[in-house]
């Protein structure tokens, strides 16, 4: 079993910065790879970025040039940095977990609101 805790999310103005986390608890070394999703209002989730067991970061297209993936893991955490946000970044975040084997799992999201 593997549990996610997103935190970081806020209330952010246009231009702004912020840094998401996505703590991991449990079986931690059954992890294969770690991504971000953003899902807006009214719309499905999608992929941000992924950083995989051995470091490996990947991104959608339309989110390489102000999302960077990075981990900490010392203390099992994978963050978001999210730059010169818009206000379509407006939505929750939502971390998953990819295991070596069985089902993926999934954070309960942290919600970002970014105003002009």
């Known amino acids: 079993q593997v549990r996610l805790v997103e935190s970081g999310g806020g209330l952010v103005q246009t231009g702004g910065s912020l840094r998401l986390s996505c703590a991991a608890f449990?079986?931690?070394?059954?992890?294969?790879?770690i991504s971000w999703y953003h899902q807006a209002p009214g719309k499905q989730r999608e992929l941000v970025a992924t950083?995989?067991?051995?470091?490996?970061?990947s991104y959608a297209d339309s989110m390489k040039s102000r999302f960077t993936i990075s981990r900490e893991t010392a203390n099992n955490t994978v963050f978001l940095e999210v730059n010169n946000l818009k206000r379509d970044d407006t939505g929750v975040y939502y971390c998953k977990a990819v295991p070596l084997f069985g089902r993926d799992y999934w954070g309960q999201g942290t919600v970002v609101t970014v105003s002009s």
């Open positions: 950083i995989t067991r051995g470091g490996r970061t």
């Open positions: 449990g079986n931690i070394i059954s992890i294969n790879s």
